[in-house]
């Protein structure tokens, strides 16, 4: 039995295997990478750092991303505020409360391009022990095996339950909170 | 009269130094409280209120030393001893220091330590040291102990003042209220 490819097929392969190659899996690269917060204290600016964090992106195809999946794991044990007593307070229950919930996730299935080199990924966020469903805009730039991914959106911290009892109040401490992203992504394979 | 002359006070002094008195007056149960208070939204809004006096007096003191300087001080009664004459003079350079060092080393605490702070709300102050926790702490303990030397010279000029309005009889309190009570 003959087994060479016939003319006919030699397109429609090409293309598939053109965009399998397009599509990629990418993990994150940690040194260059930053995920930061800006949140409100005493209607002053007050930023804060994640320093350990994990995002994955999965079959990441930049013209067609739809069958893509962003997987970000963050370790809220890891927040710093830069001053002593905030991070102390921050611990404790009525804010992010390490000892129950030291980690949040988000998780996105449904990523869209918005404009050239933008994007939209909607998923869920998992913080403190409450699912939202958020959207995460971001900015692509890909050269060769590595990538940056940028963006930033808000986050009501009301509805993770982030500042409780009569931190609930937004006066002193600010209801929403800036999320700002940088990171550095590295082709997997 | 705005300036001062060689036997009165004008009404720039004058405002001077019962506007930063009244001031230090709140300004040290403002910052005890703060300190104390239990961690809340309270202690964060009394915090707010101490630091924005504290530079409200860093500005007033200031302007009154460059005040100070661009004019004459009224004279003591000609019959004033030289060690009272010295005494005045030091308390007098203290207290100014003093007033002036306390809202300094309160910046230098806010700063060591990075709490976001915005004057009275609206003005945001800058850092004026990086970050740094044993400055932080060597500042709490400088920005107390020159507390405690305020509230020994401030007994000082208080105690003084009185002595020459109830024993010695003469106007150096008197010179120093506001017009309408002079001549009372």
Known sequence: METRVRPAWIVPLAFLISTQALAADWKL???????EYVATFEKTA???????FDARL???????????????TVKITSADMKNGDVNRAIRGPEWFDFAKFPQAEFHAEDIRRVAAGRYLARGVLSLKGAKKELEVPFTWQESGNAATMEGELNVERLQFGIGTGEWANGSTIGLGVRVKFNVRLRKEG | MLANTAEAWGA?????????????????????????WRLSPLKLELFVWHKSTGMLILVLMLARLAWRLANPSPALPPQTPAWERRAAHASHVLLYALAIALPLSGWVINSAAAVPFSVFWLVPLPAIVTPDEHLEDLAKLTHFSL??????????????????HLIKRNDILIRMLPGRWRHA
């Open chain 2, 12 to 36: 720039p002094a004058k405002f001077f130094h019962w506007t930063v008195a009244l001031l230090i007056l709140l300004q040290i149960p403002l910052g005890f409280a703060a300190a104390l």
């Open chain 1, 46 to 52: 007050a930023p804060g750092v994640f320093k350990e």
């Open chain 1, 58 to 72: 999965a079959r990441f195809e930049p013209d067609k991303p739809e069958g893509a999946k962003l997987d970000v």
């Open chain 2, 147 to 164: 507390l405690v030397a305020l509230c020994l010279v401030l007994a000082v000029h208080v105690g003084a003042a009185l002595r020459h």
């Open chain 1, 29 to 35: 690269d940690p040194a260059p990478s930053r995920l």
